[in-house]
């Protein structure tokens, strides 16, 4: 390569990233099912950063899984199950809105092994 060669280098600078919890991420006991971790980091994505709190619907979650929405609310239960996340059924009057996902501090039994 000579000196008059750009290379085209990812500036991060600009780029928004999302934080997913490393003790979900390595988790291999817990977890059973990519759609499981996926759906956990896409909550990750839409959480605010400061109450934690997101509020996409199961259509939006199966459309950046690339998966269904039975899929979804599968891997929501398992999620909500473990204490991974906290889900609140919205309503305004008769009408449903999307849930609300807060995510929690993952439970003792997530620690990381000890090898990383």
């Known amino acids: ?3 008059d060669t750009k290379l085209n280098v990812l500036d991060f600078q600009d780029q928004r990233f999302t934080r997913v919890t490393k003790s ?3 988790d291999e006991v817990h977890l059973d ?3 499981q971790k996926l759906v956990y980091a896409i ?3 839409y959480a605010d950063n400061t109450s934690m ?3 996409p619907s199961v259509q939006t979650l199966a459309k950046k899984a ?3 929405e039975n899929t979804v609310r599968a891997a929501l ?3 909500e199950e473990l204490e991974l996340v906290k889900i609140t059924r919205r309503r305004r009057g008769i009408s449903h809105l999307s849930n609300e996902y807060t995510l929690l501090v ?5 620690t990381l092994p000890t090898s990383i």
């Open 1 to 3: 390569m000579t000196q």
């Open 24 to 26: 979900v991420i390595n």
């Open 33 to 35: 099912k990519a759609s």
């Open 43 to 45: 909550l990750c994505m």
């Open 53 to 55: 709190k997101s509020h």
């Open 66 to 68: 690339c998966c269904s």
């Open 77 to 79: 239960k398992r999620l």
């Open 106 to 110: 993952p439970p003792d039994s997530f």
